[in-house]
């Protein structure tokens, strides 16, 4: 199982949000080449960028410092979220040496435009739903739907995304360790690779995801566990390789 080292971008510097809001933010660099390249020196083998504020602005505000990551780590697989909402947004990124855009808000309000997407950059496209107790959440997690996680799952599983990365709101960014039952359970149902986000806070978490890893997750998003310290990046990575 990897472990994917998270950057989230708000106003150009790295931070981390509790449970998504963006108004609870703190700052741990304004310098994301800098940090991007402290977690490949630590062994990540992918990275997983968000443009917050693209989140929101539905359209890339962030996109200097994602061009950027991707021209001094030119080798590294990144995937990257946040405002993708059109076909020329994914086109620009991919140019600019990003591996996989993943779509959130535009694959639960249109969910043809995912499977326009995978046809015209096959291999390259990422669905992220974003749940709460359940149900999806879109537009920076600031609008809960009344679609259940596992069925928009199953409604993408034809479509040729490479993965789904799937994140647990009440999770994320809280440290309280990820919910292991319900990404479990996900990967079970889908035909797709799971990617799981929220809520790895040390390495039992980890020993945890990767002791379920043969049910479909092939990875695990960290971001302020390895951040604060609670997750030292590198040995989470050696024991998820492991499992």
Known sequence: MLLIPAIDLKDGKCVRLRQGRMDDE??????????????????????????????????????????????????????????????????????????????????VKEPEFVGRACRAFAGNIIVGLDARDGQVAINGWAVVTDHPVQQLVRRFENDGVDAIVYTDIGRDGMLTGPNVDATRRLAEASAVPIIASG?????????????????????????????????????????????
Not at 30 to 47: F, K, Q, S
Not at 229 to 243: I, P
Request: net charge negative; with cysteine; charged share 20%.
């Open 26 to 107: 703190t700052v741990f660099s304004d310098d994301p080449v800098e940090m991007a390249r402290r977690w490949v020196d630590a062994g990540a083998r992918r990275l997983h960028l968000v443009d917050l504020n693209g989140a929101f602005a539905g359209e890339p505000v962030n996109g200097d410092a994602i061009r950027a990551i991707a021209a001094a780590l030119p080798q590294l697989p990144i995937q990257v979220g946040g405002g993708i909402r059109d076909e020329r947004t994914i086109a620009a990124y991919l140019d600019a040496g990003v591996t996989w855009c993943i779509i959130g808000t535009q694959a």
């Open 199 to 243: 809520g790895i806070t040390n390495l039992e978490d980890v020993k945890a995801l990767a002791a379920v890893a043969d049910s479909g997750i092939i990875g695990a998003i960290t971001g302020r566990a390895i951040y604060e310290g609670t997750l030292n990046f590198a040995e989470g990575q050696r024991v998820a390789d492991l499992r």
